[in-house]
């Protein structure tokens, strides 16, 4: 089972920046596929973004295209989401999730809440 642990989250303003890290255990990561999930209040859980295992380009939800960008450190085991330009409607909790191979994400993070606001 892979353990994940979320930080990086807060408050921010408008047109401002965080850096989200998760960091991983009890798997192999550099074969874990990863991602970002968020969940804001009364709203169905989001994908975010996804890196791949092995090559590829990451995906991202069509509402933070230009604005986040997901990365990976193997040598860390940790996964990052740098977002940009940030918007009220960007504030949720969110969540980092991993899955070996294909299939759904299998381990979650306790959570990150990031809030936008001026």
């Known amino acids: 089972q892979v353990q994940l642990v979320e930080s990086g989250g807060g408050l921010v303003q408008p047109g401002g920046s965080l850096r989200l890290s998760c960091a991983a255990s009890?798997?192999?990561?550099?074969?874990?596929?990863m991602s970002w999930h968020r969940q804001a209040p009364g709203k169905e859980r989001e994908l975010v973004a996804t890196i791949h295992a092995v090559g590829g380009s990451p995906d991202y939800a069509d509402s933070v295209k230009g604005r986040f960008t997901i990365s990976r450190d193997n040598a860390k085991n940790t996964v990052y989401l740098q977002m940009n330009s940030l918007k009220p409607e960007d504030t949720a909790v969110y969540y980092c999730?991993?899955?070996?191979?294909?299939?759904?994400?299998?381990?979650w993070g306790q959570g990150t809440q990031v809030t936008v606001s001026s």
């Open positions: 999730a991993a899955r070996s191979g294909l299939g759904p994400f299998g381990s």
């Open positions: 009890g798997a192999t990561f550099s074969s874990l596929t």
